[in-house]
């Protein structure tokens, strides 16, 4: 007797092998094979198609070429709308970004193209040079998403950001009981740096990972420049030392994390604003082409 394949298995499978599949690599490229076969039309046109005097944004061939960076532009830009309503299949959110990413690059050539590699102090060249910002500060997003998160999980060592912050919290417990002892000059150190925010520090700190007026590096430098005790010694410092250690070393792996962090989200700060000054641009180029047309 003939057996039914059991097809929910096949279809869990399948499923199982879409979810470790990169947006990348979805479907074995097939964006990146509709856009470069988009690129291939584009380049062997211009060079086939005669347009007197010469390629332009104004001939019947740019305003083709124009019409489809356009409405490319246009659906691009529909990506954050459809991050809110994640479905699977044909169209799901992996799809349309390996979509968003490889049509994306298309562009590169099909606006160029468009220009006839005429550009000006326009409008016109103000969207081609808007278009090409958006384009590379989405490539730069598509690296550091390929290679940062792996080094976000070994930094956090199987920690979330909540469980790194309690851990601090909890040297600065045992730091603070240390320091009773101490003088006046040693206790002020410490309790600078008990009171030094973990997040207050600006975006350039976070992306460079260098914090030059660490309160905690300095008071760690000063315990550490007195070695006259012996090993092992009862005083109070060796301690206030060892917990100042351990402090930094815990601020370091929550900095590095917070640098992950922003290295991976700042392009968007790039990216979306752009983006909208982009389609602005957009839109008074195709009005003007109108008008003047």
């Known amino acids: 007797m003939a057996t039914i394949p059991d097809q929910p298995q096949n279809q869990r499978e399948r499923r199982q092998s879409s979810d470790h599949e990169s947006f990348l690599s979805h479907r074995n490229m097939r964006w990146l094979k509709v856009a470069l076969v988009l690129c291939l039309v584009a380049i062997v046109s211009y060079f086939w198609i005669d347009v007197s005097p010469r390629h332009n944004g104004g001939s019947w061939y740019?305003?083709?070429?124009?019409?489809?960076?356009?409405?490319?532009?246009?659906?691009?830009?529909?990506?954050?709308i459809r991050k809110r309503n994640i479905t699977a299949g044909r169209w799901s959110l992996k799809a349309w970004t390996s979509a968003h990413v490889y049509l994306g690059l298309a562009l590169i050539v099909i606006g160029t193209l468009h220009t006839g590699f005429q550009l000006g102090w326009n409008v016109h060249t103000l969207a081609y040079v808007l278009m090409m910002v958006v384009i590379l500060s989405g490539i730069y997003g598509v690296a550091v998403y390929a290679t940062l998160p792996a080094s976000l999980s070994n930094n956090a060592r199987e920690m979330t950001r909540s469980q790194m912050v309690e851990a601090l919290a909890a040297i600065d417990r045992q730091l603070q009981s240390a320091a009773q002892p101490l003088g006046?000059?040693?206790?002020?150190?410490?309790?600078?740096?008990?009171?030094?925010?973990?997040?207050?520090?600006?975006?350039?700190?976070?992306?460079?990972?260098r914090y030059r007026k660490c309160a905690t590096t300095r008071a760690l430098a000063y315990f550490a420049d007195d070695w006259s005790r012996p090993v092992g010694s009862d005083d109070p410092k060796d301690k206030v030392r060892a917990l100042l250690g351990r402090r930094k070393s815990q601020l370091d792996q929550i900095r590095r994390h917070l640098r992950i962090r922003a290295l991976l989200e700042v392009w968007l700060y790039i990216h979306i604003p752009v983006t909208i000054a982009l389609l602005a641009a957009l839109t008074a180029h195709v009005i003007s082409v109108f008008y003047y047309w």
């Open 184 to 209: 006046r000059e040693e206790s002020d150190l410490v309790i600078a740096a008990l009171e030094q925010g973990t997040f207050d520090w600006g975006i350039g700190s976070r992306l460079s990972g």
């Open 62 to 80: 740019g305003y083709t070429l124009g019409t489809i960076g356009a409405l490319l532009i246009v659906w691009l830009s529909l990506l954050g």
